[in-house]
């Protein structure tokens, strides 16, 4: 007759204890990871809708801030990207997937400066689920304030001041941005 050897009680609970305790010193190092991987991710995004906002500025010599392309005043105070608006979004706004990528307002197509669209692939909400956003009233050729595509980060909450001049414009709290001008 054979003799069948299983696993006792304290030898299993040993095991799960062992798991727990790796798990527990892996999980913050995992976490930061990932966090660190959304900051990135958020940094490339930005920078890739500035560079299509400056794209934009390039092929038009307009910005993307009216509402019927060819207006002579600004329209727009900001433009954003899908997902949840912070509170700093007041005022009239456009998304900016109308502006870069569908022609919405209708700028002009043809000529030496016309829209040559699509300026963006893609755009989906910043890692935290937030809009990405860009303080378009600022893009007034006549403002000294400077631009920012910007995200929340992860906090949710926009802590750079939109309304700081050029030469003295820093970025604020846990903000992700790429300064257009």
Known sequence: MRCQRAFTLIEILIVLAIIAVLAGILTPVTMSYIEGARIVRAQNDVEVVGKAILSFNEDTALWPIYQNGGDAEPYYNIL??????????????????????????NYPTIGEFAWRGSY???????????SYMVNASELNPSSTKAVWVISAGPNGIIDTAFSQERSTAVLQGDDIAYRIK
Do not use: A
């Not at 963006?120 to 937030?130: R, Y």
């Open 120 to 130: 963006l692939s893609s755009l989906n909400t910043d890692p935290w689920g937030n």
């Open 80 to 105: 954003y990207g899908p997902g949840v608006l912070p509170s700093e979004s007041n005022g009239s706004g456009d998304r900016l997937e109308n502006q870069l990528n569908s022609n919405i307002p």
